[in-house]
């Protein structure tokens, strides 16, 4: 489950597929997200896009964006969003579940054997020593992502949104403020700004 | 929250309402779940924390299972299964209603909006994700060293992220870090 790459990086849309989508059925909906769950090492979205659009047709290159960035927005992990709301879209709640269960239940298995394992020999010095390499590493992997979601607001000179972007920084990683406190300012006041500077560009 | 309380349901209440605060997703909560899990509830040390972080990464599936180690950590496979559910759960139901709600208004702007002024949050909170875990992480400079060739290779190559995870584990199998 390496991290998930950022919504920036979503290819592009492919030559829109003429052909009606095909309607798939509860246990196929299951095994497909298993398998792109289980493939996710390299970020899950990948996966995901690659099955539900290529593979399976389930969806248009434009579907799948368009519902990613409906996912993207809501609070929560994304790809458990995009689970859920691609499923229930063809075969209702059960639908939904179907989906979302396959996503989450093989690995979250493996999870716990994994997790099982580290509290009966995490104190074995080698395991030891390995685990604070691959920390190290995943912790530089997570530093690459948030340079790469940054490059486009930089892009843009954004400077409103590199403010708050520094302005969380700040309270959560420094200041260890409680995350709900800080969003219940942080949120309305970034969409406040955004909104009276899309008014000004419009108007 | 009082200790005496029983630890599954802290498990759910926690987690379930952290999920409808993880703007940007699992990662973005990191700073929360590090400090509900260490400093608030004392469920683990710093150490054990990046531990589990780093067997998070190490194994398949979507980022959010980082919970279902936390979870088990706390009440066993019990603590894994509800920490998961109370982590999907909330947020699932709401993109459910959501996405219904929006295939009626598809061409209002709003989501657009919504969109544009969370992002720089999420990644504000990304960051401070970053920084929590490499102070826990990198206790030496050569963690710190590693820590930051691996960014700059995951940033400027397409290179597979395993591989720079399973060199960081042989370097510390080796007794380098």
Known sequence: MVLESPPAAIPGPDIPTATPPIQPGLLELFVAFA?????????????????????HRWMTADEFNETFALCHFLPGPNIVNLSVVFGSRFRGIAGGIAAFAGLVGPPMVIATILAALYARY?????????????????????????????????????????????????????????????????????????????????? | MNSQANPISTLVWTFGLMSLFAVGGANSAIPEMHRIAVDVHHWMDEKQFADIFAISQLSPGPNVL????????????????AATLAMCGPTAVLAYYVSHLLQRSRHSRWPAIIQAALVPLSIGLMGASGLILALTSDQSWIAGLITAAVAVLAFATRLNPVWMLLAGGALGFAGVI
Not at chain 1, 38 to 49: D, I, M, Q
Not at chain 1, 125 to 148: H, N, Y
Not at chain 1, 171 to 191: E, F, M, N, T, Y
């Open chain 1, 35 to 55: 398998k792109m769950s289980l493939a996710g090492f390299g970020g899950v979205l990948v996966w995901a896009r690659r099955g539900i659009v290529d593979q």
């Open chain 1, 122 to 203: 995490g104190e074995i010095d080698a395991l030891r020593r390995i685990l604070t390499g691959v920390s190290c590493a995943a912790v530089g992997l997570l530093i690459a992502v948030v340079f790469k979601m940054m490059m486009p607001l930089i892009k843009k000179r954004d400077a409103v949104g590199l403010v708050i972007l520094l302005a969380v920084f700040v309270a959560i990683g420094l200041l260890r403020l409680p995350l709900q406190a800080v969003l219940l300012v942080a949120i309305p006041l970034s969409l406040g700004i955004t909104y009276f500077m899309r008014q000004r560009v419009n108007g």
């Open chain 2, 66 to 81: 980082i919970v279902t180690l936390i979870g088990y950590s706390v009440a066993g496979v019990a603590g894994a299964l």
